[in-house]
């Protein structure tokens, strides 16, 4: 019948739009942090008069975005949100204020904010408004987004992504200090964006001396796209002459150290642009816990973590059971029995056979997968 046949179209036009949101959210990813990237169109009579997206350090939010764009045209329209628009006085007015007052007549908001700021008092002041709310529409993909807000608010840790690559037979390094190429150039400009995606990436201080490397985002035109760089180095052995403390001025670099690190170390990586974050004492010195570590890191904001290596800190991580997602990428190449195991402490079983995880998608990134 005609009533059944409009309202399906309306629920496919909502998908559709809801969709476009969430795209535009994601521009945001990696670049928000502490805040969540959220995405929302405003669409009048079936056509979009305004996109927005959170911008880069959080504000302004993503709403008064798109009803800036859409003007006049918001009296009436329909606001497509991510996530539930925010309710309290932050460092930015209340989003709930501006959708009422640009005169939006029906909400769709992908899920509530579990920020006990907000937490459904957003939607409910504007129900109270008079506005025709409807909430859970592509819920999975929005929680899937927002997973760091989610994670940083009720667990006070950020979402922790581990990142491994390794050849055919499981190695992650050859026995010697020269760094070998696992994976070919499809991977590395995936790892390079999910790095952009990123709040900020993490390696142990092992890694840092061995490979030396800069841990920037180098896609062409999102050089600017850089996550923070934490390197995990408990007594800041980090030489002053390596590229990443060469380079702290002009992307931020957090070094992890242990409360029993020397302070003149601090001092001298303080003076080239480094911040040192020092975490309690652990019963083991020369290892930082990743629980401690974790919870400093959100503290200062940080929601998505990715880890890039090496062994140890990929292997304490796993052996926590603090990482989220895992993305794993397989070389063709082998290195053979004196290379370095992937997860020091563990066979890479702990991972592929791990009851604790599911397969999300895999793919190949030629010659490697994913
Ligand atoms: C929204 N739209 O685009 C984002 C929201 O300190 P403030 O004022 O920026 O508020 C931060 C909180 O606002 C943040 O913790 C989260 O709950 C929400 N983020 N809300 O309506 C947005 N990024
Ligand atoms: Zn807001």
Request: hydrophobic share 40%; aromatic share 2%.
């Amino acid at each position: 019948d005609q009533v059944g046949e409009k309202l399906k179209a309306q629920k496919d036009a909502d998908r559709r739009f809801m969709q476009l949101a969430l795209a535009l959210g994601g521009r945001g990813q990696g670049r928000t942090w502490p805040n969540p990237a959220v995405g929302a169109v405003v669409v009048k009579d079936g056509i979009i008069v305004g996109r927005g997206w959170t911008q880069p350090g959080g504000r302004p939010h993503a709403e008064p975005e798109a009803l800036r764009r859409a003007g006049e045209a918001a009296k009436g329209a329909t606001l497509y949100v991510t996530l539930e628009p925010c309710s309290h006085f932050g460092k930015s007015p209340p989003c709930v204020d501006a959708v009422i007052a640009a005169g939006i007549s029906r909400v769709v908001s992908a899920i509530e904010d579990p920020n006990p700021e907000v937490a459904g008092q957003g939607h409910a002041k504007l129900r109270a408004a008079g506005v025709q709310v409807e909430v859970g529409l592509c819920s999975t993909d929005a929680k899937r987004d927002h997973a760091g807000h989610f994670r940083r608010i009720r667990d006070g840790r950020p979402h922790v992504i581990l990142k491994l690559a390794v050849s055919a037979d499981d190695k992650i390094a050859a026995g010697g200090s020269k760094p070998v190429a696992i994976t070919g150039e499809t991977a590395r400009t995936r790892v390079h964006l999910l790095r952009a995606q990123s709040d900020a990436i993490l390696i142990g201080v092992r890694t840092a001396i061995a490979d030396d490397p800069l841990l920037t985002c180098r896609l062409p035109g999102m050089e600017s796209r850089s996550p923070v760089r934490v390197v995990l180095d408990p007594m800041l052995r980090l030489p002053m002459t390596s590229r990443l403390v060469q380079s702290a001025r002009t992307t931020p670099l957090w070094m992890v150290a242990s409360a029993l690190a020397e302070p003149a170390a601090a001092t001298k990586l303080g003076a080239a642009g480094a911040q040192v974050i020092r975490v309690p004492p652990q019963a083991e010195p020369s290892a930082l816990q990743p629980p401690a570590v974790l919870k400093a890191l959100a503290e200062k904001g940080i929601t998505r973590l990715m880890i890039e290596g090496g062994s140890r800190v990929a292997s304490s991580f796993m052996a926590s059971g603090l990482v989220d997602e895992i993305w794993l990428l397989r070389g063709p190449g082998t290195i053979g029995a004196d290379g370095i195991a992937a997860l020091d402490a563990l066979p890479l079983t702990a991972i592929t056979q791990s009851q604790a995880y599911r397969v999300r998608a895999s793919e190949t990134l030629d010659p490697d997968t994913l």
